[in-house]
């Protein structure tokens, strides 16, 4: 997830047939978003979706690439905007960081049963953005060795997260 605010990088490229946005990321940002993949782009209440086209390295700055695949209103007539990036892996339960800890080199949080007891629930991070983590819920996958998998319960959207252990 990316906000982009007037005054900060961000380019259009438009073509006969094509969009394009393009956006500056520092390198972790970069990171959640793979060539090729798609994202969500999110300005005011219209979201529409964009191929994460090429990533741009220097030394000085990064950005990405997204071909736009809609018309959005008023697309022609700005030339900064403040918008939303949602990569497509973050797609899952948000929570702060600082609910997260490690117990046996296994990250978790700790849910509050129904008796008020916490309880330790092991989770798998997909993504981090900003002062939140994107977790899977329900359940996960690990490999075990050997090619075994094993299905892991994690955190349930109805779950309450303890947020300062």
């Known amino acids: 997830l990316r906000n982009v605010s007037k005054g900060d990088s961000f380019l259009r490229i438009i073509d006969n047939k094509e ?4 956006v500056k990321l520092t390198e972790a940002e970069l990171a959640m978003f793979e060539v090729g993949r798609l994202c969500t782009i999110e300005i005011g209440n219209v979201s529409f979706k964009a191929e994460n086209y090429q990533a741009m390295r220097t030394e000085q700055q990064n950005g990405m690439i997204f071909r736009v695949f809609e018309d959005y209103p ?10 939303k ?3 497509e892996e973050t797609e899952g339960i948000h929570i702060l960081t600082k609910s997260i800890v490690d117990v046996d080199g296994q990250p978790g949080v700790y ?13 798998k991070i997909k993504g981090h953005i900003g002062e939140e983590a994107v977790i899977y819920s329900d359940y996960f996958t690990i490999n075990r060795g050997d090619g075994i998998n094993e299905s892991i319960e994690t955190v349930n959207l109805y779950d309450e997260i303890v947020e300062e252990p």
């Open 19 to 22: 969009s394009y946005i393009v």
């Open 74 to 83: 008023g697309m022609t007539s700005f030339r900064e905007v403040d918008l």
């Open 85 to 87: 990036l949602i990569a």
């Open 111 to 123: 849910i509050l049963k129904k008796n008020g007891k916490k309880e330790f629930v092991p989770i």
